[in-house]
């Protein structure tokens, strides 16, 4: 059964760039076809799709956070990974990870928070 | 950017009785809009892709219907397992999807 997880610092302090990981257990990070991506979610909010990684390396971002995205792949770990630069409160989310096709989402991670605040 | 917009924000419903939830895209989407479930502190759940199509083990209840703007999540007969919140996504606009903003379906 696939499981993803997700990791990093739970406090980032505003300015900074937030890094988080997903780890993929149960199935290879490098099957054909899959998409590798993050959505995160404020307190109390909706559900903002961030971006994704396909298979293959290239990267799809939502353009209203895609001058501070970078999202990354790490075959050797089984692992990818968000980096959001030059955070601020509004930033603070539950960050899920999760794989894909180019349609719906049938896999999440449990989520983490992070929360930007000095 | 596809707006999704769902109605009611929060919908009240006795155990039992059905529950009807909208979901209205800014321009066509055709057929490719999900719907999600959501309890606290958990990850959504994939109920119903294709507008009309159940996810894998979804119980019948649950039952999607529409295309193009106006989109239906109906829950026949509620159980207490089914309060929850629930968002729609369009995935027409790939790789820019968009979620509703969620209808909380709560008891009544």
């Known amino acids: 059964q696939l499981q993803l997880q997700e990791s990093g610092p739970g406090l980032v302090k505003p300015s900074e760039t937030l890094s988080l990981t997903c780890t993929v257990s149960g199935g290879s990070i490098s099957s054909s076809s899959y998409y590798w991506g993050w959505i995160r979610q404020p307190p109390g909010k909706g559900l903002e799709w961030i971006g994704s990684?396909?298979?293959?390396?290239?990267?799809y971002y939502n353009p209203s956070l895609k001058s501070r995205v970078t999202i990354s792949v790490d075959t050797s770990k089984n692992q990818f990974s968000l980096k959001l630069s030059s955070v601020t409160a509004a930033d603070t989310a539950v960050y899920y990870c999760a794989r894909h096709f180019w349609n719906f989402i049938s896999y999440w991670g449990q989520g983490t928070l992070v929360t930007v605040s000095s | 950017e596809i707006v999704m917009t769902q109605s009611p924000a929060t919908l009240s419903v006795s155990p039992g009785e059905r529950a009807t939830l909208s979901c209205r895209a800014s321009?066509?989407?055709?057929?490719?809009l999900a719907w999600y479930q959501q309890k606290p502190g958990q990850a959504p759940r994939l109920l119903i892709y294709?507008?009309?199509t159940r996810a894998t083990g979804i119980p019948a209840r649950f039952s999607g219907s529409g295309s193009g703007t106006e989109f239906t999540l109906t829950i026949s007969s509620l159980q207490s397992e089914d309060f929850a919140v629930y968002y729609c996504q369009q995935y027409n606009n790939w790789p820019l999807w968009t979620f509703g903003q969620g209808t909380k379906v709560e008891i009544k």
């Open positions: 321009q066509s989407v055709s057929s490719n």
């Open positions: 990684i396909y298979y293959s390396g290239s990267t």
């Open positions: 294709g507008a009309s």
